[in-house]
């Protein structure tokens, strides 16, 4: 077997391993409340499958590149990367500030991190940072696993990597702005047509509400303005090539990650489309794109100034 693939699939076998460990060993066998998962975990793992299935894919499309070899400076990455990612996700997820949603939805600037190691250490460091850092961010907040939107923030840092795969970033990134502008005008167009629908976590026992208020108008308009925001740094920063390219990455990144695990309750919790993109969708990825456009750039940039010091 190919060294990139082999190092590839362990780290993906990795992820689904440690998964399961946590559910059906911690959750269920041993019991430990905060390590159990909703209804249908078996179709929760489907779509965990699903995920790996698909980085799969994109590597077998591009195997020749050598943004897939994963050695040992990958692995103490991954490490960091998910330890970061984990402890600060559990400082913010629902703990300071949670966003009005259809399920569970906290504002997570620590979301930058699997962008900013993605793009910086490749796909594979991205992957493993994301998904594995929400599984254990979500375990120490004690809300229960979810595991397909763990895959979600899987994929934010996988994307966000894939700019090693082209050899010209600058010309990537346009194709990415125009795919990402789509991605965002089609989620707020859904949102419009579908505005009042009901918030089923809002209650207001005082006044009598419990779950029929509307989605808040800030989703809508935060995903409008991360994207206006993100435009504003790739252009800004046209001639700093990393801080466009992991910005504009990190954008599609969150974009694809979030919207798989929003549309894989439409299964999962028995959503429909229009519940799953303005009630799950909207709320987590548009305070996450104004995260990406704000602090990735402060990341790339601490980086590279370390870099430097560092003679490198």
Do not use: C, H
């Amino acid at each position: 077997m190919d060294k990139k693939l082999s190092s590839l699939a362990l780290t993906l076998v990795a992820v689904l391993v440690i998964f399961i460990l946590m559910i059906y060993v911690g959750g269920n066998l041993m019991g430990v409340e905060r390590l159990q998962t909703g209804e249908n975990p078996i179709l929760r793992f489907v779509f965990v499958i699903i995920g790996l299935l698909a980085a799969l894919g994109v590597y077998y499309l591009t195997r020749t590149s050598p943004a897939w070899e994963v050695g040992t400076r990958q692995v103490v990455w991954m490490a960091i990367g998910a330890a970061l990612y984990a402890i600060f996700s559990w400082l913010f997820n629902g703990t300071v500030f949670v966003v009005p949603s259809l399920s569970q939805v906290a504002l997570r600037p620590a979301i930058a991190i699997p962008m900013f190691f993605g793009y910086t250490f490749g796909p594979v460091v991205g992957f493993f940072s994301g998904a594995v850092g929400n599984m254990f961010g979500d375990a120490l907040t004690g809300f229960g696993l979810y595991p397909q939107w763990s895959l979600g923030n899987g994929l934010v840092g996988f994307v966000a990597g894939l700019p090693l795969l082209f050899s010209d970033r600058k010309k990537s990134m346009d194709t990415v702005l125009w795919a990402s502008g789509a991605l965002v005008v089609l989620a707020a167009v859904v949102w419009f047509f579908n505005r009042n629908l009901p918030n089923m976590l809002f209650f207001d026992a005082d006044a009598g509400i419990f779950g029929d208020a509307t989605i808040t108008i800030f989703a809508a308009a935060s995903i409008v303005v991360g994207f206006a925001l993100v435009l504003a740094v790739r252009f800004a920063f046209g001639k700093n090539v990393d801080v466009a390219a992991a910005v504009t990455w990190g954008m599609l990144g969150n974009l694809i990650g979030i919207g798989f695990a929003a549309i894989s309750d439409i299964w999962i919790n028995g959503f429909s489309p229009a519940a799953a993109i303005v009630g799950e969708f909207l709320p987590a990825a548009g305070p996450n794109l104004i995260f990406a456009a704000v602090l990735v750039p402060l990341f790339v940039t601490a980086y590279a100034s370390v870099q430097r010091q560092a003679g490198r």
